[in-house]
């Protein structure tokens, strides 16, 4: 376990925190605690490359928290009345997809890494959920945004694994 991997699992660790602040009501703090949860990404991220610990666990562990930690409070949103369902679902469905192909990909020594777009998509639904929170204009169609986002870079990841398909049986 490298520092940059604890920093990670400090975020997945702090969702609950979240989502307690929003079944409270205090959703100042839980936006303020979301995105320092989700800028700590780019601490990890900064702490992995400056300090030589880039890992295949941290390659695996990094997108998974951003997962688990947008589509955990997007589900809680849902619940609250502040999201609509239809999009969370393609999204969760979406990141289930992905992760799964990953882990197909890491079972042969092939890392996925985050593509550009996806990194957009990532951007997009952080600032969906947090006008999501504070109930702002235009947060649902930043949410649809992050949508075509995630459908584009998932399409993208399927046909990298199906690429990576090709050369193992070749």
């Known amino acids: 376990m490298t520092l940059a991997n604890y920093v990670t699992l400090s975020r997945i660790i702090l969702i609950p925190l979240i989502i307690t602040l929003l079944l409270l009501g205090l959703n100042g703090l839980a936006v303020i605690i979301f995105l320092a949860l989700s800028f700590s990404d780019a601490v990890d991220g900064y702490i992995a490359r400056r300090f030589n ?18 589509m955990s409070v997007l589900i809680v949103l849902v619940g609250l009345g502040k999201a609509s369902s239809i999009p969370v679902i393609i999204l969760t469905a979406r990141e289930l997809v992905v992760q799964g192909l990953r882990i197909s990909a890491a079972r042969y020594k092939n890392i996925i890494a985050a593509s550009p777009v996806a990194k957009w998509k990532t951007a997009t639904q952080i600032v969906a959920v947090a006008l999501l929170i504070l109930k702002l204009p235009y947060a649902g169609w930043i949410l ?3 949508v075509v986002l ?8 399927l046909w990298q694994s199906q690429i990576l398909k090709q050369l193992r049986s070749s």
């Open 150 to 157: 995630s459908l584009l870079s998932g399409g993208a990841y």
């Open 144 to 146: 649809w945004l992050s």
């Open 53 to 70: 610990q880039v890992s295949d666990l941290g390659k695996f562990l990094d997108p998974l928290a951003d997962k688990i930690l947008v």
